[in-house]
């Protein structure tokens, strides 16, 4: 098992483990989701959803779709709600228990 797969099961764990305890602390959700970047000068880096927000976040966040779906309307999954975005990523995908920022570049061969 590579230290990448090591470090994102132990982040898988503490998700889980933060599901069980029903926790809607914010903050507490930001440590353990996870960010991993594709393209672009963090090309490679995985960091907390914390991380992101305090150090890398343009001072907006994705879209919320808590009224959407409330209504009855479709669009992306809760996940996703509210969280940071980041000069020259497109904003975050959900990635299997992280998140995943990439390019458009890199989205666009992804794509293909």
Request: overall charge negative; proline content about 2%; glycine content about 8%.
């Amino acid at each position: 098992m590579t230290d990448f797969e090591k470090l994102s099961a132990h982040w898988e764990k503490m998700r889980l483990h933060l599901e069980e305890l029903d926790k809607e602390d914010h903050e507490a959700k930001q440590m353990c989701t996870m960010a991993v970047f594709y393209g672009g000068k963090y090309d490679g880096q995985m960091m907390t959803e914390w991380q992101v927000e305090n150090k890398l976040c343009n001072g907006q966040h994705s879209y919320d779709g808590s009224e959407t779906r409330k209504n009855g309307g479709v669009c992306h999954h809760a996940v996703l709600d509210n969280n940071p975005l980041v000069d020259g990523y497109l904003s975050p995908m959900w990635d299997g228990g992280r998140l995943r920022y990439e390019t458009q570049e890199v989205y666009d061969i992804l794509s293909m």
